[in-house]
């Protein structure tokens, strides 16, 4: 009876406070990542004024059969540079080949929409080409001769995809190095040719790979603004923008949103189901790596053209053209409106970066240290921003962000008779909002890969001599992953300077970004004085792109 009255005494139940702020801290980040998409889909389900039904019988499927065929088409041209490049550069040396393969990385520095503006002044009436035909053959003006039309989807197509690549060859190379050498040497042995092996062996041990790079690259497609819109192509992005902007219905644009989840959802499905089932292990840890074949005479120059190809289209040509630019209108770039822009840039890219790479570190590290399941179960989902466009984040972010503003600006005149205005949406910060929800898995990602190289017992000691969770991180995590979270802010940075389609539906009224400043002065066909910005763009990216080639290097 003894026995049975001692077990019925309940355990007192133990709730650390420490468990509880990780706990908590993961769920409010987790809460704040999903907060736009949910408010999307709130927003979507009890529109003020319906208007699906107009669209689904008008717009909406010219939106969303133009965002399909570009889809398809940049995912298709992309998936084959990407490989085809990162096959050539593992396989084979040819002239050429120690500059290539990292200058094929460079592209990732160009915006698809800075890309779009350099084709169109090179390739249009009054663009050198065009101007020297006419002076070379005689011709008076545009009708003694034919040109296709630049503005087109076929060139959207090429743009995106001469910028976007890079995605597909970075994951596909890294899939072929790690292939072992004795699997071609065998396919070899058995005869096949160098067709045979890059078909029957290469492309299925690294289809993962590739497929994965393909799903970021078609999603990179549906987010992007600048690109489309310079081209006149109407996607579910620029939709967004025109019901929302141009029609003023929020709930129609929310509902063309949720179409666009609905795409993302449906890749990152696909990508997924690709991979399913497949399987590939190297027999041995000592496996060498396939040794690179040499090629000579016309073989090896045809090899270098086709790594050569989609570096000048996605790279050569666009620096070129904004560089001339920048050249020839010196005077650009001690313009006020630029280095305005540049500050703003700097404060909110700044501010984005830090802000996401704590809140990622903490999220980590919570991860770690918390007994609960509850911050294991929401760190995945603090990933989904990455995969939702900018246009959709910030719909989702501006309409609760706008209503919890003006409550604060009432009940603040409520209590003090003093109107302060909007102090959140009259200012920077639902941009940085938007830039952290949207790259937060980039520095999640780089927090958990540089935590997981630290060896457990280092922090354990730390604790046993008395460190608090918090000076542990502190003490001993940091320092020791000091240039991965380096790498996490200049990432994260990187990546706010070049988002569009967020910055333009969030920014204060006159308050411009490098991004939004290029974006305003091309649409007005003054690559000029956007020449100056984009080139600070481009050196911002290329920052990152080094980075990238040095983490790569073999």
């Known amino acids: 009876m003894m026995t049975d009255k001692i077990a019925r005494i309940p355990r007192p139940r133990r709730w650390p406070a420490q468990l509880d702020r990780w706990s908590l801290g993961a769920a409010a980040i987790a809460i704040l990542v999903l907060l736009p998409i949910l408010a999307v889909l709130a927003l979507a389900a009890r529109p003020g004024e319906p208007i699906w039904a107009h669209l689904l019988s008008t717009t909406l499927p010219r939106y969303f059969g133009n965002t399909v065929i570009l889809m398809l088409g940049v995912g298709l041209l992309a998936a084959v540079a990407g490989t085809v490049t990162a096959w050539l550069v593992v396989m084979y040396r040819f002239p050429g080949r120690a500059v290539l393969q990292w200058a094929l990385l460079f592209p990732l520095a160009i915006p698809a929409y800075v890309g779009a503006y350099a084709l169109v002044d090179f390739l249009e009436y009054a663009g050198p080409v065009q101007t020297a035909m006419r002076a070379q053959f005689g011709w008076a003006d545009g009708r003694d001769y034919w040109f296709p039309d630049i503005r087109s989807r076929g060139a959207a197509i090429i743009v995106l995809a001469a910028s976007l690549y890079p995605y597909v060859y970075l994951l596909a190379r890294a899939g072929f190095r790690e292939q072992a050498g004795c699997t071609f040497d065998v396919a070899r042995a058995l005869g096949a040719g160098p067709l045979a092996r890059f078909w029957r062996v290469g492309m299925p ?47 129609g644009a929310a509902q063309i949103a949720c179409v666009i989840l609905m795409l993302v959802l449906v890749l990152v499905t696909l990508e997924k189901v690709s991979r399913r089932g497949s399987r590939f292990y190297r027999l041995s840890r000592s496996d060498r790596e396939s040794s690179p074949i040499t090629l000579g005479g016309l073989r090896g120059w045809a090899a270098c053209a086709a790594c050569a190809l989609p570096v000048a289209v996605g790279f050569v040509l666009p620096i070129s053209v904004i560089t001339a630019h920048a050249i020839e209108q010196p005077d650009r770039w001690v313009d006020p409106g630029l280095l305005k822009a540049l500050l703003n840039t700097l404060t909110v890219g700044g501010s984005a970066a830090v802000l996401t790479v704590l809140g990622a570190l903490f999220m980590v590290y919570g991860v770690r240290l918390a007994r609960s399941r509850l911050p294991r179960l929401l760190m995945p989902v603090t990933t989904i921003g990455y995969a939702a466009p900018g246009a959709v984040l910030g719909l989702g972010i501006l309409l609760p962000l706008a209503a919890f503003d003006n409550a604060v600006a009432d009940g603040i005149l409520a209590v003090t008779g003093h109107d302060p205005g909007l102090l959140l949406t009259g200012s920077a910060a639902g941009i940085v909002l938007a830039y952290c929800v949207r790259f937060f898995a980039i520095a999640q990602g780089a927090a958990d890969a540089a935590m997981g190289r630290v060896s457990p017992s280092l922090p354990m000691a730390a604790r046993a001599l008395g460190r608090t969770a918090g000076g542990t991180l502190r003490g001993v995590y940091v320092p020791l992953i000091r240039g991965s979270v380096g790498t996490a802010l200049l990432l994260v940075f990187v990546d706010a300077v070049k988002e569009l389609p967020a910055t333009l539906l969030l920014r204060p009224f006159n308050y411009n970004t490098l991004a939004t400043r290029v974006h305003e002065q091309a649409s007005l066909e003054k690559i000029g004085e956007a020449a100056p910005a984009a080139l600070l763009v481009i050196g911002v990216g290329l920052a990152a792109v080094a980075v990238m080639a040095r983490a790569n290097r073999a």
């Open 205 to 251: 041990l690294a289809r993962p790979a590739i497929a994965a790079g393909t799903a970021v690259v078609m999603m990179e497609t549906v987010n992007d603004f600048g690109t489309v819109e310079f081209f006149g192509v109407q996607t579910l992005t620029t939709g967004i923008f025109t019901v929302w902007l141009e029609m003023g219905n929020a709930g």
